[in-house]
């Protein structure tokens, strides 16, 4: 509910409590007020009741009192004398004083015949006597209301039976005003009688009066009612009396409970919210006081869990944070904490010395004698170095068998010293277990700033120069300072070949071979080419050691291989008939599909297959001589010529050379540059050409330089020749220009001073 | 309540009737309302013989008259003797004798002298229960009716050619007591003559007032 949410704790508090106090008081005063009205009509109705109850009892008293009268009446014997007398004005004159006596309105004096014998008042003529008379001889008596002219009657029936006379007087008594008062002061209503009103109902409520109908008569025209009201006006302004009282006590209430509703709000609201803002506190990090609160209950009990929550965080935040920083093994701090402990030092700006201890072959202890004892052993060190080490220097263990020293600025031989007594007591023999052990490890140490400026130099440098002591071998390495562009610009070289190989940034140079004899232009060998966007110009021999390092030295071959293939199919259907060569890398070897790459890239090849030459090193024979052997082999089935490049440099055994599938040997251009001045090179180079032809080789000589070294080789029955004095490599599309040139040179190259040998 | 009637017979003088022999017959008399046999009523015979005046006397003792119905010939006298140590106050309203015995003990000044025929009812002013009848007639009673409410009658043959015999029935329960019932009787006559006339009910014996008074209390 976004309305709750606005209005906050105590307004949810205080509308809740009105609204409770609201409900209960509008229905108690609501079902008080129906109770009312229903208990005022209960009581009018009852009131009715009753009156009709006084009234039937006031008729039927009346009645009876009338016909005593009346029974009197007709054993007067003065008025039976006069009646008997038969002298009618008589008889009327009596009846009329017996009338008055029991004010009856008319009196009629019938015979047996219903003949009138005497009348007094006025009888109406319709007086209907019949049914009168049969009920009063019934009964000896009969009494009806009936109607005369708007006016209630009550009609009498009694017999005058005196000896000798028989005869019937029928009085007539009005209902009246007077008589409806009586009943209506007897019973407390209003009372009237109502002629020529049909009506079914017995009771009527209107909003002025409750009223009762009494039937006197049937339904008829003439019927006779009596009718008994309460006037409601009293009780209704008593009603509405109450009605006020009720709503300004309900009233009254309802601002009390809102008066309370807003203490209590007040109370509960205040330290709610201060225990929120506790609660902020604590969950900003911060170590607020509690709040005061003096309620107690719930409230006390929040600000006590809320406090012990603070005190139980903070020692879960401190061990955390120990946990975070330190080594569980050692309790030294961790590389992390070693890592801020050096960024503050770099800030204030002083310079420190670094030391890394590396203990050599921890993997071999745990995997020998378990990790336990491993661990062992590296408390034992932590031990010993913090023995070793003077107070100001931090220690810490940054990796498995690493651990780092920040000890302050000293000179490089104090610092070198130090690392010497630091490994000596290391290495000194151990009793872990009881059992005597003795640990190797490699130090390094730098110097800060100068070695490195921030802490990601110092991680790598310190990397670089652990690798650097472990190939070493030293027992201290110090950082050599561009150690580290070198590797950073590898790590570049590596990551752009790959981005270098799909976007064709490699390119091809061929250098043109010669077959010396005719001086013609035989074959190119392919040299990849590479210039980096940042570091410009860089050297195939370092990027493909790169490659082979990386394990992208298969994807370059592969690319190379293509590369070339299309080259070649350029200047093919150009008209160069030019065979090509291409430098297979040691590992490229230990491939079993390279013939299958070799296969596809050439699988357009035009010429010959021996018209491609694969140029191998020997030293990557040398390295796995079973499986470089076995793809050479697959490889020569493909028909390609196989050569030994670098010839001379490497440790290949001639023996070796004698097994493999190879057609031809590479002279190092090392033995070749300077043929001409150097007559040990002059030697060897000969001997080799003669032992290759005599083992059935053909000889390439690469680097030629000058007419007088081509023309030694030429005169020695070197078969090929490659170097800057015939041509440096070009271009693919500079070929054609350079066979040009080379075809030109022709008889220069053949027509050459002959040296006798 | 069963009253005897006392009836005086005088010895027939005269010569039976001449002509047709008179006709046996049973009649029979119930009550119509109740279907009950009606005992005691005076039966007579418009062929029945003459009778003569004599002088007769209604005793009033226990507040009571006593004979309570009495039959006489036209011009009888009838004294009124009080035999209770309270005064009376005799009188009749009926048309056929109107007379006024004001308060007296012991006997009246005179007898009083019948010469209408009809009924006569006869009350105390002082003393509303008291009721008695005389019976003023030309003609004997036939008789009266048994406890069966039957009595044997004679009828005439008819001399004149007259088809039909009448003859007057009273009982002091008729509704109307004031006259006798008259029937008319055709030939030929019937074994049995099953007659009806209407009785009021036995009175409770209380006062009539008492017992309306009671009535309207109950309601």
Redesign the interface.
């Given at each position: 509910m976004a309305v709750a949410h606005r209005i906050g704790f105590r307004g949810r508090l205080v509308t809740v409590m009105v609204a409770l106090v609201a409900v209960v008081s509008l229905s108690i005063g609501g079902l008080l007020m129906l109770y009312l009205f229903e208990d005022e009509k209960a009581r009018a109705m009852e009131q009715l009741r009753l009156g009709e109850r006084v009234a039937d009892e006031v008729l039927d008293r009346r009645t009876s009192l009338i016909l005593s009268r009346l029974d009197v009446v007709v054993r007067d014997f003065g008025f039976r004398s006069a009646v008997a007398s038969g002298d009618r004005p008589t008889a009327d004159s009596a009846l009329a004083n017996q009338a008055r006596r029991v004010g009856a309105r008319f009196a009629v004096l019938l015979d047996n015949d219903s003949i009138a014998l005497a009348e007094s008042g006025t009888p109406p003529d319709r007086l209907q006597s019949g049914q009168l008379l049969a009920e009063a001889r019934q009964s000896g008596y009969a009494s009806r209301m009936a109607v005369f002219g708007d006016k209630g009657v009550e009609l009498i029936a009694i017999p005058v039976e005196a000896p000798g006379l028989r005869a019937w007087l029928i009085a007539g008594f009005s209902l009246g005003a007077e008589l409806s008062d009586v009943i209506g002061r007897l019973s407390g209503t209003e009372a009237q009688f109502r002629t020529g009103a049909n009506s079914e109902a017995r009771f009527l409520e209107s909003t002025q009066y409750f009223t009762r109908i009494v039937k006197l008569t049937e339904n008829g025209p003439s019927a006779l009612q009596l009718l008994l009201q309460i006037n409601r006006e009293a009780s209704l302004a008593n009603y509405y009396r109450r009605a006020v009282e009720i709503i300004l006590l309900v009233s009254t209430v309802l601002v009390l409970a809102a008066l309370i509703a807003l203490m209590i709000a007040r109370n509960m609201g205040r330290p709610v919210l201060q225990l929120a803002d506790y609660a902020k506190a604590i969950g900003d990090g911060r170590t607020p006081l509690p709040p005061p609160i003096r309620a107690g209950g719930e409230l006390a009990q929040l600000r006590q869990a809320l406090g012990d929550m603070l005190t139980k965080l903070r020692d879960r935040e401190d061990q955390i944070r120990h946990a975070a920083s330190h080594d569980e093994i050692t309790g030294l701090p961790n590389r992390n904490a070693f890592l801020s402990q050096l960024r503050e030092q770099f800030s204030s700006g002083k310079p420190c010395c670094l030391l890394g201890l590396r203990i050599n072959d921890l993997s071999d202890v745990n995997d020998t004698l378990g990790l336990e004892f491993g661990d062992k052993v590296l408390r034992a060190v932590s031990a010993r170095l913090a023995d070793q080490l003077p107070d100001m220097s931090a220690l810490a263990r940054t990796g498995g068998g690493e651990f780092l020293m920040m000890t302050p600025q000293q000179s490089e031989e104090e610092l070198e010293a130090q690392a010497n007594g630091l490994r000596l007591a290391v290495e000194s023999p151990l009793m872990v277990e009881t059992t005597p052990f003795s640990l190797r490890c490699t130090m390094v140490t730098l110097q800060l700033p100068a070695d490195a400026m921030n802490t990601d130099q110092v991680r790598r440098r310190l990397n670089l120069t652990f690798e650097q002591a472990q190939k070493s071998r030293q027992a201290v390495t110090h950082y050599q300072p561009g150690d580290d562009e070198n590797h950073l610009r590898e790590l570049q070289i590596i990551s752009d070949l790959n981005a270098a190989l799909t976007d064709n940034s490699l390119y091809m140079n061929y250098q043109p071979k010669l077959e010396m004899v005719c001086a013609s232009f035989h074959q190119v060998e392919a040299l990849v080419r590479w210039i980096h966007p940042e570091l410009g110009f860089v050297s195939p021999e370092e990027f493909i050691l790169l490659a082979e390092k990386s394990g992208q030295i298969n994807e370059l071959t592969r690319h190379i291989l293509h590369r070339v293939a299309e080259d070649a199919g350029e200047w093919h259907a150009a008209g160069l008939n030019i065979g090509v060569a291409i430098n297979l890398s040691a590992l490229d070897l230990t491939r079993p599909d390279l013939p299958d790459d070799v296969a596809e890239a050439f699988s357009r090849w035009q010429l010959p297959m021996s018209r491609i030459t694969l140029e191998v090193t020997e030293s990557a024979l040398m390295d796995d001589p079973e499986t470089a052997l076995e793809t050479l082999r697959r490889l020569r089935q493909l028909g390609v010529t196989l050569s030994v490049d670098d010839f001379g440099t490497g440790y290949s055994s001639l023996s070796q050379l004698r097994k493999l599938p190879v057609q031809e040997l590479k002279i190092d251009k090392s033995f070749v540059l300077h043929l001409d001045a150097e007559p040990q090179d002059q030697l060897i180079v000969r001997s080799t050409i003669d032992m290759a032809h005599g083992l059935g080789l053909r000889v390439v000589a690469e680097g030629i330089e000058n007419v007088e070294s081509w023309n030694l080789l030429r005169n020695w029955g070197c078969e090929l020749g490659q170097g800057f004095f015939l041509s440096r490599p070009v271009a693919a599309s500079d070929l054609q220009a350079t066979e040009q040139l080379l075809s030109n040179r022709q008889r220069d190259l053949t027509h050459t001073g002959e040296t006798l040998s | 309540m069963y009253r005897p009637i006392i009836t005086l017979l005088i010895a027939l003088t005269g010569p039976l009737c001449h002509g047709a022999e008179p006709t046996g017959l049973t009649l029979e008399l119930t009550d119509s309302t109740t279907g009950q046999p009606v005992v005691d009523a005076v039966i007579i015979l418009d062929s029945g013989s003459e009778n003569q005046p004599a002088e007769a006397e209604i005793i009033q003792k226990n507040r009571e008259f006593q004979p309570h119905s009495l039959v006489i010939a036209r011009h009888s006298k009838v004294d009124f003797p009080n035999r209770d140590n309270t005064q009376h106050h005799v009188?009749?309203?009926?048309?056929?004798k109107?007379f006024d015995l004001e308060l007296y003990a012991g006997r009246p000044e005179k007898p009083i002298t019948f010469d209408q025929t009809g009924v006569?009812?006869?009350?105390c002013?002082i003393h509303?229960n008291m009721?008695?009848f005389i019976l003023v007639t030309d003609v004997n009673p036939a008789g009266y009716t048994d406890d069966q409410g039957r009595l044997d009658l004679r009828l005439p043959a008819s001399a004149n050619g007259n088809a039909e015999s009448g003859l007057r029935i009273w009982h002091p329960r008729m509704?109307?007591n004031?006259r006798m019932a008259r029937f008319t009787v055709n030939q030929p006559y019937p074994e049995f003559l099953e007659l009806s006339v209407e009785l009021s009910p036995e009175p409770a014996g209380d006062d009539?007032?008492d017992?309306?008074?009671k009535?309207?209390?109950e309601?």
């Open positions: - | 009188y009749s309203f009926s048309p056929a109107v006569v009812e006869i009350g002013n509303d009721q008695g509704t109307d004031t009539r007032l017992g309306l008074q009535r309207f209390r309601l």
